[in-house]
């Protein structure tokens, strides 16, 4: 995994779903269970959320993109999300190419979190 962790900032990258009913949420989680994951509230909602760990390994998400696929109701619901979190009030940084070429195969939205701490 590409993770960034120099005594100023920290880079994560995930595959975020927002907006799942447990029904939703339970179905992802049977399918991307070998996927590290994050689940929580979504907003002030009974909905819910699914963050996954990406890292380079690309062969690791033909389940992802299999769920994608098969799924249309999570269409407009998911997508790429990457948090800076950095002692800088302005840094930046360079998308990888694995994140990249997984979100031209999936589509979906490029979401970014900047924290300055």
């Known amino acids: 995994m590409i ?28 399918i991307l269970n070998k996927y590290k994951m ?7 909602t ?18 992802l993109i299999n769920y994608i696929s098969q799924h249309p109701e999570i269409n407009g619901k998911y997508g790429i999300y990457i948090s800076l979190v950095t ?3 302005s840094d930046g940084l360079t998308v990888p190419a694995y ?3 997984l979100l ?5 939205e490029l979401d970014f979190s900047f924290t300055s701490v």
């Open 99 to 101: 994140i990249i070429e």
């Open 87 to 89: 002692e800088n009030d």
């Open 46 to 63: 009974n909905k819910y959320t699914i963050l996954l760990r990406l890292d380079v390994d690309s062969k690791k998400y033909t389940e």
């Open 38 to 44: 994050e689940t929580g509230a979504y907003k002030n």
């Open 3 to 30: 993770e960034h962790n120099d005594s100023y900032r920290k880079e994560k990258y995930y595959f975020r779903i927002i907006d799942l009913s447990v029904p939703e949420l339970e179905t992802a989680k049977e």
């Open 104 to 108: 031209r195969e999936i589509g979906g």
